[in-house]
């Protein structure tokens, strides 16, 4: 099972672009809980910790697709590397004014969010003319999906280690100095810096003009609301079974269940149509949201998590084959910057939307949120499958198996090169 992925790991320069992303990602991933932390040790209320953690989220949605654009059209090292300083210096400067000074405080952290490069869509444009073959790719894809899951799982535990050690304070500025440093060692790299976009149309929409690319966006925000709608719902069955120690098992379950899905998806090679197996998938994780309800004791429960956790990061790996395809000449950090601003957004709303359900029902109407946001995202998935099931735009995938070097979108690394 391990040999697909240890291939693309000893692929000169493969191990030092994800590791190098998964770093630079960390104030990203920990912004939310870091935020929080630090305004409650500053003295501000949980409604202020909350409402600041929403406008970064906002401004973060807004600036992926953005700053993705720019890569495309001027390359990562231009874009990248300072969007990271930029973001990081907005996040010190919360840092060192506290949440005190509302303007200020507010500004900080809608800086921060808008200015956090788009590290996530870069490394799948690189996928292709680092590793090559097209079957070693999609592995790759479904090698990053796996690796988000123990981000963001580790990411939460080195802010509570240096909130723990030092300070939340500390904990802000030192993720974000971290997260520079991950930035800067994949920007400095060969393909970083020798990668450019396909030559693209101008055009107002950008990838936003493909329609298999829109089918894709309308299904994921359902499959991120899904997400989203679970950790409120977990609230009240955690308190009726033992409190915030219950809560860390469910979330913890969940982020395990992706792991193991992701793991065994990615170990094998998958034939046939991608838009295809992508309902499978989502069908499988709307399927497995639907036994939550029965709500039954902690031991079960967590091992029911598992199961609905399973199948979210083989749909997301899958997800990006088909962005990958649909994403139009000269947008694919853009496309795969959408792909992450819809799912964050759609995680937002499905919190926000679970709450009154919760308050109205409990944590058994709850738990039915996420099954109803999987089955509206099937369909979603059905009615526009012929429209996935189409040959798309020239993606990062195809462009890069093109003889012709103008449609070529970085250069080639030899696939027997070796770190």
């Not at 090698?143 to 904990?171: H, I, K, N, R, Y």
């Not at 690319?213 to 997400?227: D, H, R, S, T």
């Not at 719902?233 to 219950?246: E, Q």
């Not at 359900?357 to 995202?377: I, M, N, R, T, Y």
């Amino acid at each position: 099972m391990a040999a697909g992925y240890l291939e693309i790991l000893r692929t000169r320069y493969a191990t030092r672009l994800l590791v190098g992303t998964l770093v630079g990602r960390l104030p990203n991933a920990t912004a939310a809980i870091a935020i929080v932390l630090f305004v409650r040790a500053e003295g501000g209320s949980y409604s202020l910790a909350g409402a600041l953690a929403a406008v970064y989220g906002v401004a973060n949605a807004v600036g992926q697709p953005v700053l993705g654009r720019l890569v495309d059209l001027y390359g990562q090292p231009r874009v990248q590397l300072p969007a990271a300083v930029v973001s990081a210096l907005a996040m010190a400067l919360f840092a060192f004014t506290g949440p005190g000074a509302l303007a200020a405080a507010y500004g900080a952290v809608a800086v921060a969010g808008l200015f956090t490069p788009p590290l996530e869509g870069g490394l799948r444009a690189l996928w292709p003319g680092v590793l090559g073959k097209e079957e070693r790719v999609h592995t790759a894809y479904a090698m990053d999906a796996v690796a988000q899951e123990v981000m963001f799982t580790v990411g939460p535990l080195l802010v509570t280690l240096c909130t723990s050690l030092w300070s939340a304070q500390a904990a802000l500025l030192v993720l974000n100095v971290i997260g520079v440093l991950g930035a800067l060692s994949v920007v400095v790299s060969a393909p970083s810096r020798a990668w450019r976009s396909a030559p693209r149309e101008a055009h107002w929409l950008g990838a936003l003009r493909s329609p298999g690319l829109l089918a894709m966006l309308g299904a994921f925000i359902f499959v991120g609301i899904a997400l989203g709608s679970i950790t409120v719902a977990s609230v009240p069955y955690a308190d009726d079974h033992g409190g915030d120690a219950v809560y860390g098992w469910l979330m913890a379950a969940i982020g395990l269940g992706a792991l193991v899905g992701g793991t065994v998806y990615g170990a094998r090679q998958w034939t046939g149509e991608p838009a295809r197996r992508l309902q499978v998938l989502v069908a499988l994780l709307a399927v497995c949201y639907l036994p939550l309800m029965l709500m039954p004791g902690v031991v079960a429960m967590v091992l029911l998590t598992v199961v609905a956790g399973v199948f979210l990061a083989p749909a997301i790996a899958c997800a990006f084959v088909l962005v990958d395809r649909h994403a139009p000449r000269g947008t694919v950090t853009e496309a795969f910057s959408w792909l992450v601003t819809t799912f964050t957004v759609g995680a937002s709303v499905g919190t926000g939307l679970a709450g009154p359900v919760v308050e109205a029902g409990g944590a058994l109407w709850g738990f039915a949120v996420p099954g109803v946001a999987g089955g509206v995202s099937l369909l979603v998935l059905l009615a526009t499958g012929r429209v996935l099931a189409a040959p798309g735009g020239r993606g990062v995938v195809a462009a890069s198996s093109e003889n012709d070097p103008n449609r070529g979108v970085e250069p080639r690394f030899s696939t027997g090169d070796r770190a």
